[in-house]
């Protein structure tokens, strides 16, 4: 059978094409080699958060009391259980991307699939023709020579949403996303939790101001915080993790039930036939031009695999730039520079756009303005007054940069992420009239700020 398009995986990327292509007409097939949603519906983004859920009611539960509610007994995680809902979750979102294929008339092709030639695509032995193939198949997480993955001691994000049972020592490698939100999880259930960190700040992509309110919050929680270390070896002794690390007080040995391995990822593709097509691959990604197409004509690639941000987001913004391209439209190029980021820990933390030390390497004339929570009338009456907002203007007050720390602030990124691309002024934020009481009003309060003209501060 011939389709317009063959997507090969059928994450955010994969399963966005597949669709935006239907409904442009085109005759579409997805591939999968397992659930349909890939790994973020699956085995990452959704998953962890049902987890952080739990963990988020488990802790307003144990502080009832702060809330005037007394509870009879003692709270406790049922850790089984928790699991199970966040299985359920995810095999429910799955099922409606099973839906939206139906929906739209993809055809599901299940199996491994490779590019047999240009035009061509096996998938377990059967092959495929298509005017056009996209690559979507995503990324795994990558495992280093020093910390031998085994599944069971030394684990990786996936291991670490369907452990057996709730370990009372974690030891978390890296401290980006993943890290910092397992972290955040094990240790909101009562597992003695420590966060070894190779760079000088944990969070290395944010803002320096956001890194040291959440190292102050993952202290809070009695979470253990190593910055500036290095990981040398992890070795697994008598059910017991054994870290040799070497930081600022020399090097040391740290013992954990468990080890999470939280060190980045790396792009699924092995095996997938780009080397007998000649795609052209640097450094663990495929290399493509402005519409994601690669070396070969009518081979595209998108997601994790390219050069760009790994995140869902940005996989289906590439998806849709991809399919429209492909169809002959004059799509708008996806805007890099104005990616929003979110990390779900608590206090979460959201950005968008340059930091305060990325403007000042790059010699960029800006102002600053910042509204802390404790200001807050929303965020005292909720009591989740820690963090703040901090919004970074250019000369010409143009917002640039947005980095927040605090409750439900991953809900509030759409106002800077869309003030940002359209080169809003702080004065234009500071005179549009945010709703009260609400943790969003605090936008408009830091930019009041930056302009000088702070009302409650």
């Given amino acids: 059978m011939k389709y317009d398009i063959i997507v090969i995986g059928s994450g955010p990327g994969g399963y966005v094409a597949a669709i935006r292509a239907s409904q442009l007409g085109k005759k579409v097939a997805i591939v999968e080699k397992a659930d349909l949603g890939g790994v973020c519906l699956n085995w990452g983004c959704i998953p962890t958060k049902a987890l952080l859920k739990s963990a988020q009611v488990y802790t307003y539960c144990k502080n009832a009391a702060h809330y005037g509610v007394e509870l009879e007994g003692e709270v406790k995680p049922d850790f089984e259980k928790i699991v199970a809902r966040s299985r359920t979750v995810a095999e429910t979102m799955s099922k409606g991307v099973a839906f939206l294929m139906k929906k739209n008339n993809i055809d599901v092709l299940s199996g491994f699939g490779r590019i047999a030639e240009a035009g061509k695509v096996d998938v377990d032995g059967t092959i495929y023709e298509a005017r056009n193939i996209i690559l ?5 997480p990558r ?257 640039i940069g947005a980095h927040m720390v605090g409750a439900t602030v991953t809900e509030m990124l759409g106002e800077p992420t869309l003030a940002k691309r359209l080169g809003v002024t702080a004065h234009a934020i500071a005179k549009t009239i945010h709703s009260h009481p609400t943790m969003h009003e605090a936008l408009m309060e830091a930019s009041e700020a930056a302009l000088g003209a702070a009302i409650h501060l």
């Fill in 136 to 140: 979507a198949t995503g990324a795994r």
């Fill in 143 to 399: 495992e280093m020579p020093f910390m031998p993955v085994d599944s069971q001691h030394v684990i990786t994000s996936k291991e670490a949403l369907t452990l057996p049972k709730l370990p009372e020592t974690m030891i978390v490698v890296g401290s980006g996303a993943i890290g910092s939100e397992f972290a955040t999880l094990y240790a909101s259930l009562g597992t003695k939790v420590t966060i070894v960190e190779y760079m000088p700040q944990i969070m290395p992509l944010e803002d320096e101001e956001v890194a040291k309110a959440m190292e102050r919050a993952f202290r809070k929680m009695r979470v253990a915080v190593m910055t500036a270390t290095t990981v040398k070896q992890v070795t697994v002794e008598d059910d017991q993790c054994k870290v040799e690390i070497e930081g600022k007080k020399g090097a040391e040995t740290l013992t954990a039930e468990v080890v999470l391995s939280a060190v980045g990822i790396k792009s699924n593709i092995e095996g997938i036939g780009l080397e007998q097509v000649g795609i052209v691959v640097e450094r663990d990604k495929i290399q493509v031009d402005e519409h994601y197409q690669t070396a070969v004509e009518g081979i595209y690639a998108i997601g994790d695999i390219i050069p760009t941000p790994a995140l869902a987001h940005v996989a289906s913004a590439e998806a849709i730039h991809c399919v429209e391209h492909i169809c002959g439209l004059n799509p708008d190029a996806v805007d890099y520079s104005t990616i929003p980021s979110c990390i779900f820990t608590s206090p979460e933390v959201a950005s968008v756009g340059m930091t305060e030390q990325q403007a000042q390497q790059q010699g960029i004339e800006y102002k600053v303005g910042r509204f802390p929570f404790t200001a807050s009338g929303k965020a005292t009456a909720a009591g989740d007054r820690d963090g703040f907002v901090k919004l970074i203007f250019d000369a010409e007050e143009r917002l």
